[in-house]
């Protein structure tokens, strides 16, 4: 018998993810460093 599984939201994707941190950067909500920082973490670098 196969295990259910609850459905999840799936998780954002990076290019979402990235996205979403270029918007707050263009707000001045964070930083160009706060950004490259998120982006390295999200592509995993």
Do not use: V, Y
């Amino acid at each position: 018998m196969p295990i259910e599984r609850p459905n999840h939201q799936p998780e954002a994707s990076q290019a979402d993810e990235l996205m979403k941190f270029a918007e707050l950067k263009e707000k001045g909500l964070i930083t160009d460093e706060e950004f490259e920082a998120k982006k390295k973490q999200i592509l995993g670098l």
